[in-house]
Each structure stands twice: as C-alpha cells, then as structure tokens.
C-alpha cells in the first residue's frame, strides 16, 4: 500500500495514444497494437509550503518519461497464435534532477525489452501456452549512478536499477496448460 502523503499540488498533462489494425493474411489474422504515451508536464510539491517542481522525464515521482511505448504484433492462423512484445522506455533523467537540474547523478539509457508469446488451442477445454520473455536478455541499465563518488567496483555509488521498470531476472523461458472444467 501506499502511504498517505500530504502534498500541496499535483498538476499533470499529457496524452496517451493507441491504435489498433486487423488483416487477413492467408490462412490467419494479423494483428498489431500500440500504445504510446506521452507526458508534457508532472508538477508536484513535497508539501503544502514546500516549491513546485516539475518531475517530467525524471524517475522522481514513481518514474516520469517524456513518453513510453508499447507495441505488440500477433499472427493467428487455426487454433494458433505466435506473437511479440516490445516495450520502450527512452533515456531519463535520475530522480534527483527533478529537484536539482545540477546532479551529477548520471542519466539512464533507454531500454528496450522483447517478449515472445504464443498458445495453442487443444481442445475447448484446454489450452498450451509459452513463451520467451526478455528475449535478447537485456540487461536493465543503472539507476543512481555517482560518477564522482565511485572507487571501487563494487561500490554503492556505481548505482542499482529500478526493477519497476527494467527486467532485473533476465530471459526466462514459460509453459502452461490451462484447463478448463
């Protein structure tokens, strides 16, 4: 749960897009869908007295982009599907700069993920699905890096990641059945 917070404003604009397209494509249907969503502004204040700062393409405030995307394709032909996921996350700001333009704090780089799905019908109660998620196995880029404080490799100051947002288990491989009575 979150926790209850006391803040003076919260203002924020901007605009989520999807779309959507259906074809036939010889013995099955093509399908792609995308959402995009773009943030123009994210004002806020720690407190009522406290100033207003805008956290916008900064993780502050539970992770600002200026936009995120996410595209999925699917092709289903018989009782088959077989489709793939990409989300996108563009570079960003550390959540310090929200407050302080001046951090040193490095930004993330931006970061893209695949995920393969596919399922099969086997009869109308049951059903086989699997998949690949993190594809490529991309590492998740680093979140709080201090490039002035750093010393040795294994220092905290190098930074973490933020596993909200970036795949911090790598590729992993599914199956299921799923049944039903």
Do not use: C
Request: hydrophobic share 35%.
């Amino acid at each position: 749960a979150a926790p209850f917070f006391n803040t003076g404003i919260l203002e924020t604009t901007g605009l989520d897009v999807t779309t959507s397209w259906t074809a036939d494509f010889g013995p099955g249907t093509f399908n792609i869908n995308s959402t995009a969503t773009f943030l123009d502004r994210f004002e806020t204040q720690d407190n009522p007295t406290a100033q207003v700062f805008d956290a916008a393409g900064t993780l502050d405030q539970g992770g600002q982009y200026d936009y995120r995307l996410v595209t999925t394709t699917a092709y289903a032909f018989g009782k088959a599907q077989v489709g793939l996921q990409w989300r996108h996350y563009p570079s960003i700001k550390d959540d310090d700069a929200a407050r302080d333009p001046s951090t040193r704090l490095l930004p993330v780089d931006s970061y893209n993920v695949f995920n393969l799905f596919s399922r099969f019908q086997i009869n109308e109660k049951m059903e086989f699905r699997g998949g690949i998620d993190n594809l490529l196995d991309e590492d998740p880029p680093i979140v709080g890096a201090d490039p002035g404080t750093a010393t040795l490799p294994a220092d905290r100051n190098l930074g973490d990641t933020d596993s909200g947002f970036y795949d911090v288990l790598g590729r992993r491989v599914y199956i299921g059945v799923q049944m039903n009575f």
